[in-house]
């Protein structure tokens, strides 16, 4: 983020994060708005990755995310961040726990804004994870994660943006969070795939993709996240005042320019891959891996840079995909490669490329290597990706280790054949293998609370009133105006009375039937079995 300009009073110094007038409110609450639609485009995209039977568990699981991460970052994840008590260290912050300034705060403006901008961060790194851990993750299990994962991206997020974090006093930059959110949120989805092991018979038959559930839902999630992504990085400037405007446009620009190279990048790897064909998920994960390069350093670059940076991140998704299934490491949507492998790269392209932004101190008046800046820049961003990697790795397992020994966090086998929609959601699937894993499971185990689940999509009285309609329409005698009487007959229809919703014919027909003439052609009705 971008850090603001110097202190003129520093007998009354402001936290960079409150030190913000109202024109930069405005952007920053903005942008935060716009990086909450994110989680519909994460929705989207991990419900299109996975099989159909687990498409609605996948969204509740992004549910979950904002409701019980947001809950904790209110409670403790904005304070381990940016907390201002004494006790604050280079490690961990503490203080403003509960998160709500008294009224007479001169700062309580800020401090909403600030915490409403985190939020959506926190919230993102969060449900990065759930991609990685889809369609096998015990929900109940996956719900106490949720609510610690917290813990998990608040922490070194402090390290990297607040003022008493050891890698921003060390002169580490990562403006937008492609290691704070995207490495953070990528190595713990590779810890949590390592620890919850592949899906049923998911390497059967090599390491070949599984077909998506819903190609068309996962690219619409591609989008809404370009979308976001564009507020990501531009809202990171953290305000339009003074010089900050310029780069807030400069990174929108290069967030685009990243994307171009990452997409054109994709499109060609696809298409040598696969001799002339397109595979959906190369080229949706090569934009994403293009997207998280750029991020940590979006206005800090030319467009060319911009652009190499996002053909490099596009080429490190689709090679490091496959690469983790040879290793036996079920990732549904790519997470780790995404967000883990490409969060790495974009920490390390500031060191590289990095112009020094003047007059904003985001890097502390230093430049990349190939700017003449030296070597320190690439070193300590090394060593933020060396400590975030580990962090989020080390603390992912032993999290989900603890959450194991309370509450299984992989799926019994029969749920995971059934599917969690019908397991944990009661949402019944037509024409995926459902009805069949019913049928089969039958004999060993009570289907009773799900064998009787009407098919989601299907109105069952309706097709109960039909199958009347059908039965009564086989009777000579009955014509179309009594079958729908019959049918009608005890029922409220609200102001409309039955005759009124009759076709025309049909009430023509009962009109001369009331005159007793029964000469009338009957209204033939073509029905189809």
Not at 112 to 127: G, P, V
Not at 374 to 390: E, K, N, P, R, T
Not at 446 to 456: E, G, M, Q, R, Y
């Amino acid at each position: 983020m971008g850090a603001p300009l110097p202190q003129k009073n520093e007998s009354q110094h402001t936290p960079w994060l409150y030190d913000i007038d109202p024109d930069d409110t405005n952007w920053i609450i903005t942008s935060s708005f716009m990086i909450f639609t994110m989680q519909t485009g994460f929705g989207m995209l991990e419900s299109g990755c996975v099989s159909i039977k687990n498409e609605v568990n996948i969204m509740m699981k992004n549910v979950v995310d904002i409701v019980l991460g947001g809950l904790t970052y209110w409670i403790f994840g904005f304070a381990f961040s940016f907390g201002r008590s004494p006790l604050s260290n280079s490690f961990i912050s503490f203080g403003d726990f509960f998160t709500d300034p008294s009224l007479k705060d001169p700062l309580k403006g800020a401090i909403y804004a600030a915490f409403i901008f985190q939020l959506s961060f926190a919230t993102t790194a969060t449900t990065i994870v759930s991609g990685a851990m889809a369609e096998r993750c015990n929900f109940k299990a996956y719900c106490i994660f949720s609510f610690f994962n917290t813990a998990i991206y608040c922490i070194p997020a402090g390290w990297m943006w607040g003022e008493q974090g050891f890698l921003k006093k060390l002169g580490a930059v990562d403006i937008a969070g492609s290691g704070a959110v995207h490495l953070i949120g990528g190595s713990s989805a590779l810890a949590s795939a390592v620890m919850l092991g592949p899906r049923l018979g998911r390497y059967d038959n090599g390491i070949k993709s599984l077909p998506l559930g819903n190609p068309v839902n996962a690219v619409m999630g591609l989008f809404v996240l370009w979308w976001g992504w564009l507020a990501f990085n531009s809202g990171s400037t953290y305000g339009l005042s003074g010089e900050k405007w310029h780069y807030a446009a400069r990174a929108a620009v290069m967030t685009m320019m990243s994307s171009f190279g990452g997409g054109t990048t994709s499109l060609l790897y696809s298409l040598i891959k696969l001799n002339g064909k397109i595979d959906t998920i190369d080229i949706i994960n090569g934009i994403l891996g293009s997207l998280v390069g750029v991020t940590a350093g979006c206005f800090l670059y030319q467009a060319w840079e911009a652009l190499l940076i996002g053909c490099i991140g596009a080429l490190l998704a689709c090679l490091f995909m496959p690469l983790f299934d040879k290793l036996g490491i079920d990732d549904p949507v790519g997470a780790s490669a995404v967000h883990g492998v490409g969060g790495i790269w974009g920490v390390l392209a500031v060191g590289i490329f990095a112009q020094d932004p003047y007059p904003l101190r985001t890097t502390s008046g230093r430049s990349g290597l190939l700017r003449g800046g030296g070597w320190y820049l690439l070193g300590v961003q090394s060593l933020a990706c060396v400590c975030l990697s580990a962090w989020g790795l080390v603390s992912s397992m032993i999290l989900l280790w603890t959450i194991n020994k309370f509450v299984t966090i992989r799926m019994e086998v029969h749920v995971e054949l059934l599917g969690a929609d019908l397991t944990e959601h009661f949402v019944r699937h037509g024409n995926v293998g459902v009805s069949r894993a019913i049928s089969t499971l039958g004999p060993v185990l009570d289907t009773a609370k799900v064998i009787n689940l009407d098919n989601v999509g299907t109105n069952p009285m309706h097709e109960k009133n039909l199958n009347v309609v059908k039965n009564l329409s086989r009777k000579k005698r009955y014509r179309f105006s009594k079958i729908l009487k019959d049918i009608t007959r005890n029922r409220n229809l609200g102001i409309n009375i039955v005759g009124n919703l009759l076709p025309k014919k049909a009430r023509k027909s009962t009109a001369k039937e009331a005159n007793g003439d029964r000469k009338e052609k009957e209204t033939q009705i073509a029905w189809v079995n």
